[in-house]
Each structure stands twice: as C-alpha cells, then as structure tokens.
C-alpha cells in the first residue's frame, strides 16, 4: 500500500479563497496609499512659495500689511514658476488674501486624482514679530489626502 502525499483540492480551493479575500482588502488600501503618495508631490510643490513668502515678509523693512503681502505672494509667485512636475501637479498659485494674508494652493491634476484636488496654504503675517503662520485648507482635507 502506497501512502498518498500531497494536498487535497478541498485545501487548495481554501488557500486559494483565503489569498481572494486577503487581496480584496490589501487593493483599496494600496490604491489609497499611492494615491496619498503622489499627493505628498503636491504639498511639497508649495515649499518654494511657502519660503519666498516668509523670506520677502521677514527682509522687508516695510510695514507689513496688504501692499507687502502683494508684493510677497508675488515673490511666492514666481519661486514655484515651472519648478514643478506636471505629471501630478495641475498649478501652483500665490495670491494676497485680505490686509496681512496670502494663500497658496496647488492643484492636483485630474488624471491622476480623479478630481480636482486642492491643497491651501494660508498664511497670516503678524505685524510685529513679522512671523507668517500657516494654516492647512483644501479638498485635500475632506479628500483624505493631506
């Protein structure tokens, strides 16, 4: 009598339904990590913008207020132009906001998001200390990308 080795097709159909089921949850998850990946590109695309902005704000010796922070989100402006792949990113913008603010938004591109996706820095400019905080705003937010 010959003893029989290997595994049963009842066992197979089993490991083989257990990697189905793990592979359903790991997808989504990997879709969602390489989607907040590619987004990390557009956060850091406002990082040009984000220093000219607080370097033009700190070495001026003007008062700080709407006719500075133009001037600043223009300098911001023009540090991101073209430094930038265009593969994830749509645009990056600098704009005065208000009488001491300035807002940075990049926009990810539609092809590799599926939206429009916008991710805003807004910065206000303290008058004394002339110190610019930031604050985090955009569809990234309700988007679960930033």
């Known amino acids: 009598m010959r ?14 339904a ?16 390489t989607k907040r990946a590619k987004f990390s590109e557009v956060i ?7 220093t000219a902005v607080e370097v033009c704000v700190q070495g001026s010796t003007d008062t700080v207020d709407a006719t500075l922070m133009g001037i600043c989100a223009s300098a911001g402006e023009a540090a991101v132009s073209g430094a930038f792949d265009t593969t994830n990113i749509a645009s ?10 300035v807002t940075i938004t990049a926009t990810g591109t539609t092809a590799t998001f599926g939206s429009s996706t916008t991710y805003e820095l807004i910065g206000s400019a303290n008058t004394t200390s002339r110190q610019v ?3 985090i705003s955009g569809s990234c937010k309700t988007d679960g990308l930033c």
Do not use: H, N, R
């Not at 595994?7 to 083989?16: A, G, P, S």
């Not at 990056?92 to 603010?101: F, I, M, P």
């Open 92 to 101: 990056v913008d600098a704009t005065a906001s208000g009488a001491v603010g």
């Open 133 to 135: 905080l930031w604050a």
């Open 18 to 33: 257990i990697v189905a089921i793990l592979a359903a949850i790991a997808l989504p998850a990997y879709q969602t990590y």
């Open 3 to 16: 003893k029989q080795t290997g595994f049963t097709l009842i066992e197979l159909m089993i490991v083989v």
């Open 44 to 50: 850091a695309a406002t990082g040009p913008a984000k």
